[in-house]
């Protein structure tokens, strides 16, 4: 589990930026982590915003929720430049499914952690076809700190690490929940794999 670092005894007291990257395959876990980090956040009396992508509807408009039903107040924007315009004086930013943005949000998560802010993002670091699933590689590489979830795949119960499209399409970007993904392993993951 993470562990938040106290920022007590530091010599600085001048707030420090960074970014924590939450990556995994559905089912993993990983808006229940940035959930409970952004939580621990407001018991710390921080001031916490947190967003998620305008096209992200399957659960609620305007909460992130998580598959197992845990939800935080969120604002949906198009663009992650809308990001920067929201955020003002907070402490922490929080941004969900971060995978749906376009590369414009590396600029912008870099920009809010050089002005000082915790920022705490999760999304899928792969799609449906085991690949990168872009910006998320980027994010992690500029990240103070990386935390992969797992999931347990749900043909053999071993970890798993992959996301498995049920459906025959080809878009990257499919929403969609149990009906449309299960979680895989490696191994199963290839056995499974659509063409």
Do not use: W
């Amino acid at each position: 589990m993470f562990v938040e670092r106290s920022p007590r005894g530091t010599k600085n007291t001048e707030r420090k930026g960074q970014i924590e990257v939450i990556c995994g395959s559905m089912f993993s876990g990983k808006t229940e982590e940035l959930i409970r980090r952004l939580n621990r956040a407001k018991i710390a009396k921080l001031k916490v915003e947190i967003f998620k992508p305008k096209i992200d509807t399957r659960y609620h408009e305007e909460e992130v929720v998580s598959h197992n039903e845990t939800s935080i107040r969120s604002t949906p924007v198009n663009f992650a430049e809308d990001i920067l315009l929201l955020t003002g004086d907070c402490d922490v930013v929080g941004i969900d499914e971060v995978q749906f943005f376009d590369d414009r949000i590396v600029p912008v998560v870099n920009q809010l952690a050089n002005q000082g802010k915790r920022v705490i993002l999760a999304g899928l670091d792969m799609d449906f076809e085991g690949q990168p699933f872009d910006p998320m590689p980027k994010l992690m590489a500029t990240a103070e700190y990386v935390t992969k979830v797992h999931a347990i795949c749900m043909k053999c119960g071993d970890l798993a690490a992959f996301s498995l499209r049920l459906s025959d399409s080809r878009q990257k970007v499919v929403l969609g929940e149990k009906e449309s993904y299960e979680a895989r392993c490696r191994r199963c993951f290839l056995e499974d794999k659509r063409p």
